[in-house]
């Protein structure tokens, strides 16, 4: 079946995840696809954000948001 481009966008993105196969990445893109736009909002920044702020901690190894 062929699914208009950006839904199939978003589909082919989430299944670069880890343990997410094609048909649990075209299931979660239906499902966000029945998210309002600010829902979609808060999940577009909240990816933008994890990039932007969180770093591997040089002291403990773990990821950390605070700090350098
Ligand atoms: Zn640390």
């Not at 932007?52 to 605070?66: A, K, N, Q, Y």
Request: proline share 4%.
């Amino acid at each position: 079946m062929q699914y208009p481009e950006s839904l199939d966008r978003l589909s082919r993105e989430l299944s670069r995840l880890p343990g997410i196969g094609k048909k649990t990445a075209l299931r979660l893109a239906f499902g966000i696809l029945r998210y309002t736009p600010e829902e979609a909002a808060n999940l577009a920044e909240a990816i933008r954000q994890v990039k932007e702020r969180i770093h591997h901690c040089d002291v403990c190894h773990g990821f950390t948001d605070l700090g350098t």
